[in-house]
């Protein structure tokens, strides 16, 4: 009884100092709510360490608000969205967190935008890519994204499987609204363009651990590639699927990018190179040579120990938070304040950032809430050191 | 019962004995048996259905066990589908496929289990039933969510009465921790209505919960009573271990005994009527020397002839017995001889006992009216003698009562007086004495009476202003001791007479005597005059009067008290 007595005491004091502390402290906080406990995932590190490089920055420079700091708040969503949402919950309860980070995974993103409208928290994604997340009918859009979206990766993938003179696809998606999407996405666009032709339509579900039932039926609906929609585990197991095969029946892949959300090379092994893989990428960092990628490299190498970008394994995902970050911070300076609501707003003035990936006119609108184009969008590859490089 | 009344047959003899003996002892032996035949029977038959009922119920058990596990084995392959994990990830997204899927399964077997996909707060997703509800028992949530683990429980509630949960976690390889679970919900009816169990169609066997609940089934003809009820329990596979199930045999046909309870009666007549014959004939052989001595004896005591001898003959007891009673008669012959010489001889000596008695008494008859004669002689002259002693004395007081008529002198008269009545209380004595029947002790509450009597005349001249009382109870006395006892009460009542009542008062003198056990005679002679003077010392005065009483208690070997209260009163003590 004395024990537990004592435990409580100790308990109510921590609560106490917590909330006071978060109250007191002056610092005003940024919300990631990812798939931390993903095994494969890498790109919630990725766009984990794009915030704090962005926050170390702002905060070196003197922070927001004329000396607030910014802080860092995580919360593991294993990419469930019934914890998703229950995490954005207890995220839009924090006084001075001004708005929240999201993962990779589009529908817990997309199940929480009813939470995120109805608490006024502001989101920003820098990865998931459902068109759905931006494109939510919610007025004001508290959704803001700077990455891709499906309705611009789907058509590159088409132009690329046509510049590779591959007219009849097999497509393989994921069985979630993110697959959906994207497979809406492909008709629309192949009712557009009839030199392209869908043999055949196969899903597949998370935890899947081979698709090779699913590649077979592609395969014999004569199609001479396939339009992979996937994430890393299950994009992994394909490849291995293919690789296992004879020389003439590995067909090419032709993949979304959200292969690269994990440590795709290590997932696939020696499979990867016995496959012709190609997949969307937004951002190259090894090419990027700007001061702004040399200040963002020196930041990480202190923080993170890295020596080079090569070592970020979903270094779309830095790069996207990072600008994401920087973007945020100067709405926060632009409303003058933390509440959330004017933040909102502000977003949707700031202009002219120099960027990591690019420089921004202005990165969001009243009607435009996507910070980057479908100009932004190229196909890579992975070498055979894992390194992505852009297929020229 | 003695030997001698032994007659075959008859209840009380020996052969009587022997045959009640061995017919008790063939009935005790009897009933055992059959009461042991009887419970080994039942036994054997209750280990039969006691055997079925745990057949049947190991059968049941495995059947239901079999159908849980079934349950449960595709409830784990269900939860293991990977639409499941993709469904918690894709909520939303998720309805199109995953409501349809549930819609369109149809579990192996035809048992109705209801199956809900929840998230990690289990809350549903999908179900194969409209509006599961929420499965967000903090139980269930810990134990599949937090612990990652499948669990079979027990779910009772008013509406819908008890149902079995199984509940699985969704494992997501991914995570490697549950993201949800998967719950199948059995109604207990269903499970039982369509789980075969194992009956004995012979007879009625129920399953039941010991709660009383209304899980009851049965397969039994109509009819039958009940004759055992046994009980079973089941030991199923969890959940159901919870239920506490068990088997019951209720009610089946009963065994048709008849036909044993008439080969009893009929084996009972049958020993019985054996073992009538066989003790008869056993009494007869085993009694018949016995008769033969029984015989012999009557003769002896009808007759009384001696020399009549049983025959010896046998190896056994009656061997010994007929030897035995041959010696007895032998010594009660040899006895009997002894007997009537002596009797013969003491009767001689008898009879000249009785002469010589007669003689001595005829002696002692006549001493004793020589005695009786002595004595009435002797009683005469005593008589006389007193008699003589009175008239001598009376003669003495005559004298002096003649003298006194030519005395002058007071004083010489008053002394010529008392003298006369000291001599006529002597002379009433000796009056008394002879006019007893012993002649040697004298009653004294006569002697008294008439003494005062005498004095009262004497010294009131017959006045009654002085009353004299006499309480004397029973005392009697020898002469010796009543001659000196006479005149002190003279003494002291004369002298009451004489001055304590002066003036003419009136009074009374009260003369108490009584004896104790011990043989003490008390004597008080007491008056309510005027009182003996305080100056006078009683036993140093110059009355003659007192100094002869004072003299005579010496004499008498007594002591003497005046007590002065309320008159005077003269209290004296000695032993006769």
Known sequence: ?392 | MSLFSLKSGKSGSISGRIMMAMIALTLVIMVIIAGISYGFMRHLIKQNFIKTLEQSARQSDQKLELTINSISEEMLRLSLNSIMINALIDTGGSKGYIVPFFESYKPKGDINIKITLCDFMGKAIASNVKNPGAYNDPKLLKHTMRRGMNLAELLTDKADGKRILLAYPIVWEMTRKPEGLLVAEISLEELFDKTPLNFNEDNKINLSLSSGNRVVFSKIKAGGKVFFKFTENLHVTPPLDQLDLRMEIVDYEEIDFGWLIVVYILTGIFLLALTIWLSKRVSYFLTARLRDLRSTTQKISNSGDLETRAEIAGPDEVRTLAASFNAMIDKLKESRDLLETRIAERTMELSKVNEQLQEELAERRHAEEQIVSALREKDILLKEIHHRVKNNLQIVASMLHLQLGYIEDKGARILFEESQKRVESMSLIHEKLYRTKDLARIDFDDYVNSLVGNLLNLNTGGSERIGIKSAIEGVTLDVNNAIPCGLIINELVSNALRHAFPEGREGKIDICMRRDHRGNVALMVGDNGIGFPEDIDFRNTKSLGMQLVISLVNQLGGVIQLVRREGTSFRIAFRA
Not at chain 1, 141 to 163: C, E, G, I, Q
């Open chain 1, 1 to 392: 009884m004395k024990k537990v007595f004592v435990f409580l005491l100790v308990a109510v004091f921590t609560m106490t100092l917590s909330a006071t502390s978060h109250s007191s402290d002056n610092k005003i906080y940024i919300g990631l709510n990812a798939e931390f406990g993903h095994i494969t995932s890498t790109s919630d590190d990725a766009i984990k360490q794009g915030i704090l490089i962005a926050v170390d920055e702002i905060n070196r420079s003197g922070g927001v608000l004329g000396g607030r700091k910014l802080a860092l708040i995580t919360r593991d969503n294993r990419a469930v969205v019934a914890r998703s949402i229950q995490n954005n919950k207890e995220l839009a309860a924090m006084h001075d967190l001004v708005a929240v980070f999201c993962g990779k995974f589009s529908s817990a993103v997309i199940e929480s935008l009813p939470v995120i409208h109805e608490l006024g928290l502001i989101l920003l994604d820098p990865w998931a890519a459902n068109d759905k997340v931006i494109d939510n009918g919610y007025d004001p859009n508290y959704a803001f994204r700077l990455s891709l979206k499906d309705s611009w990766a789907v058509p590159a993938m088409m132009r690329y499987a046509k510049k590779q003179g591959f007219t009849k696809l097999g497509v393989i998606l994921i069985n979630t609204s993110w697959g959906r999407n994207n497979l809406d996405v492909i008709k629309h666009y192949v009712a557009r363009n009839a030199d392209i032709q869908i043999t055949e339509v196969q899903w597949f579900n998370y935890g899947d651990k081979s698709l090779l039932d699913k590649y077979n039926a592609v395969l014999r609906s004569g199609a001479q590639a396939v339009l992979l929609v996937a994430i890393e585990a299950e994009g992994a197991a394909l490849v291995k699927d293919i690789a296992r095969l004879p020389l003439q029946k590995r067909l090419p892949v032709i993949s979304h990018w959200a292969i690269a959300g994990g440590d795709f090379p290590a997932l696939t092994g020696p499979a990867l190179g016995k496959v012709n893989l190609a997949f969307v990428q937004t951002f190259d960092l090894h090419t990027n040579k700007s001061d702004r990628a040399r200040s963002v490299l020196a930041t990480a190498r202190r923080l993170f120990k890295i020596s080079e970008f090569s070592e970020v394994k979903s270094p779309a995902g830095l790069a996207h938070a990072y600008d994401l970050t920087r973007i945020l911070a100067l709405a926060i300076n632009k409303a003058g304040s933390t509440d959330r609501k004017k933040i909102r707003n502000a977003l949707e003035q700031v202009t002219k950032y120099y960027g990591l990936i690019k420089f921004y006119e202005q990165p969001f609108t009243g009607s435009n809430h996507e910070a980057l184009g479908p100009d932004n969008l190229f196909m890579a590859r992975y070498n055979s050191d894992g390194t992505i490089e852009e297929i020229k």
